[in-house]
């Protein structure tokens, strides 16, 4: 996976763009703590501050499957057209329904900034948040996890995962559970109902928070917990989806 996401973070014209993504430096434990060392546990930072990428308008238009086949082979897939089925263009013998918007690319350019590295280009590669899961035990994939919804996904994700692990909930508990959302900006937390206690509530906005109550979907996401133990397959559609299934054939 990780050399099929790896690009070049090219700018036609200008050299300084002209270099691999400085991945190591990402994954440091040295650069980690340099961030930490920005963060003040009691007093929430102000997003027009952080001004190290530019704002996506990704649409909330994406699908997301997750599928296991009778041999345990495991596919989360998540799949963005944008607008209505795209451009409504294959290209003959792929299979695949064109994008028809480039708005997962960089066109909010700011001096100085990373955003012009995802400027559009020949064989440049969209930003995105697409952040399909499969989580392995004992070697074998147990979690396949994923889901649409633009900017939440990442958070859809990592809150389902953080249900199974440190939770101990069941993969329809954890993907039914209520959800909270922070994408930067506008600088607001998103709440679903029942997420928090009236308490923490409280004190999450003396830290400085914005609270706004959010009664829409984040993204409806699309599970599978495979019990190889007793060679059983519990998926879970979230409850919230308007035509998500979970099915076995």
Same mark, same amino acid.
């Given at each position: ?24 430096? +990402?994954?440091?434990?040295?650069? $980690? ?16 501050? +952080? ?26 897939? %998540? ?37 012009? $590295? ?7 590669? %969209? ?20 889901? %649409? ?26 993907? $039914? ?39 829409? +979907? ?20 979230? %409850? ?10």
């Amino acid at each position: 996976m990780r050399r099929a996401y790896r690009d070049r973070a090219l700018y036609l014209g200008d050299p300084e763009f002209n270099s691999d993504i400085p991945e190591d430096r +990402l994954i440091s434990k040295a650069y $980690a703590a340099e961030l930490r060392k920005t963060i003040d546990p009691q007093r929430a930072s102000k997003s027009d501050e +952080l001004t190290t990428i530019d704002e996506q308008d990704e649409k909330m238009e994406t699908t997301h499957f997750s599928v296991v086949d009778g041999h345990g082979n495991a596919v989360s897939l %998540p799949y963005t057209l944008n607008g209505d089925f795209g451009a409504y263009l294959v290209p003959a013998g792929s299979g695949v329904v064109l994008n028809n918007s480039l708005s997962d690319f960089n066109n909010k350019v700011k001096p100085g900034g990373f955003g012009r $590295a995802n400027l559009p280009a020949p064989g440049k590669r %969209p930003l995105s948040s697409m952040t399909p899961t499969i989580i392995a035990k004992n070697g074998k994939p147990h979690w396949v996890i994923g889901s %649409p919804g633009g900017q939440t996904i990442i958070s859809t994700n990592v809150q389902v995962t953080v249900n199974l692990i440190d939770f101990g909930m069941n993969i329809a508990e954890a993907v $039914a559970a209520p959800r909270i959302f922070h994408g930067w900006m506008p600088d607001e937390t998103l709440f679903q109902k029942g997420i928090t206690t009236l308490d923490s509530r409280k004190l999450y906005e003396a830290m400085g928070h914005k609270i706004v109550e959010f009664k829409g +979907l984040f993204g409806p996401a699309m599970c599978i917990c495979i019990d190889h133990e007793k060679k059983l397959l519990f998926g879970a559609a979230d %409850p919230r989806s308007a035509d998500g299934l979970a099915a076995g054939f």
